[in-house]
């Protein structure tokens, strides 16, 4: 096995100050690769996508050399800073790990090291067109702390995923609700994935802020305000916190997590996942915006994939029971039956909750209808959504 290179860059970041010209708070000094890349080096001149953010944008080929991006190429980067970031952005590919350090750079200006672990992984199909620079770049992106909206309390957060490195946005948290996340940019069908680490320390402000404790447990992934996943998973060691990982589709009228729910009917197909495997050229499509944000679960969800479908045509109903337990039913009630049945009998779905505490199932739609979900937990907490109106189109469905 070979002993991957150790080599140091000596550049420093472009970066867009924020309006008070703070000055910059971290530095590149090194990486170390596996498989050894000794053609790793730092490209000048790139633009951030937000004010503040100091952007690295690392060229792992060796200009001029041409070729195929090395993927799969794990490197741990160096920082030496003057302060731990607020957040982390690394595009395209996986943090695999994430160690903050205190006094041990051995400069009086940027005293702490940042050392990132990362796996580079393709762009997702299409994003090609619209980079800044060579399909090959990879980067990682600091967001200090400013003490003017992004909170200390965030220090140790990072998100990774591999859409455009200038297609996002911070959408930090604040002082009156419990919500953190980004803003990201695609174009029309494609899919990329995402993963969001929410720090410990985070977690203890919005405790705070709620005065009870909240948990990884208690947390949601929202699309467009829509929940989308709890799939939280603990993350030990040096930086503490709880991470999401999804795949999700630029795609206007579903805030699906791709992999977990059949396509929505009513709109345009998504691109498949092997574009995230090996990414192709597609022409230009409409851009949309999701904001894919962390925040506490509702305690029942009631979710469709499509609000819209043709007559006699099926809708799969969604959700998450926050303290149901894997097994436990759900029951899906159709509104216009209550008057004609009551409300036990015009229970229409009893889906079971999996380990998740996500239930699906299925309806044919013969009319337009609304329909609610409620749910009691073996420890007997009751909760209910509010009525969600499915619309049917064709076949006299109004």
């Known amino acids: 096995m070979k002993t991957p290179s150790l080599f140091a860059v000596a550049a420093i970041a472009a970066s867009l100050l924020a309006p008070a010209l703070r000055a910059q708070t971290a530095q590149f000094t090194g990486a170390v690769s596996g498989p050894p890349n000794a053609n790793l080096g730092l490209r000048s001149g790139s633009v951030p996508p ?5 952007l690295f944008v690392f060229d792992p080929l060796g200009s001029p050399t041409p070729g195929d991006p090395p993927y799969g190429t794990k490197y741990t980067l160096t920082f030496k800073t003057s302060e731990q970031p607020a957040s982390v952005v690394a595009i395209p590919g996986k943090v695999l ?5 205190t006094g041990t750079s051995g400069d009086l200006a940027y005293p702490d090291e940042l050392v990132i672990e990362f796996t580079h992984e393709p762009y997702a199909g299409g994003v090609e067109a619209e980079l800044p620079g060579p ?7 600091i967001i200090p702390a400013d003490g003017t909206g992004i909170p200390e309390s965030l220090r140790g957060s990072y998100m990774a995923t591999n859409i455009s490195p200038l297609a996002w946005r911070l959408i930090p ?12 940019n695609g174009n029309n069908g494609q ?6 680490l929410v720090p410990d320390s985070l977690l203890a402000d919005w405790s705070d802020l709620l005065d009870r404790p909240l948990t990884q447990d208690d ?8 929940q989308a996943s709890t799939g939280f998973r603990r993350v030990e060691g040096a930086n503490p916190g709880a991470l999401i990982e999804i795949q999700f589709s630029f795609n206007p009228a579903s805030n699906l997590v791709v992999d977990v729910d059949e396509p929505d009917e009513a709109a345009v197909e998504p691109a498949s996942a092997r574009s995230l495997a090996s990414p192709k050229f597609l022409p230009p499509r409409p851009k949309v915006t999701k904001r894919l944000t962390v925040g506490e679960a509702p305690a029942l969800s009631l979710l469709a994939t499509s609000r819209v479908v043709r007559y006699r045509k099926k809708v799969t109903l969604y959700g998450w029971a926050r303290y149901g337990s894997a097994g436990e039913a759900v029951n899906i009630i159709q509104q216009s039956l209550i008057a004609k049945r009551g409300a036990k009998r015009a229970v229409v779905k009893k889906p079971r909750l999996d380990a998740d505490g996500k239930f699906v199932t299925t309806i044919k739609m013969l009319k337009t209808d609304k329909f609610k979900a409620s749910h009691r937990s073996a420890g007997g907490i009751a909760s209910s959504t509010r009525p969600l109106r499915i619309v049917v189109r064709g076949g006299g469905g109004r």
């Open 50 to 54: 937000q004010p503040g953010v100091e």
């Open 173 to 184: 948290p604040s002082d009156a609700s419990v919500s953190f996340g980004f803003e990201v």
């Open 97 to 101: 790990s994430y160690v903050y350090s």
């Open 219 to 226: 947390l949601a992934l929202f699309s467009n305000n829509a």
């Open 135 to 141: 399909p090959s770049d990879f980067s990682i992106a």
């Open 191 to 196: 899919v990329a994935f995402f993963d969001l």
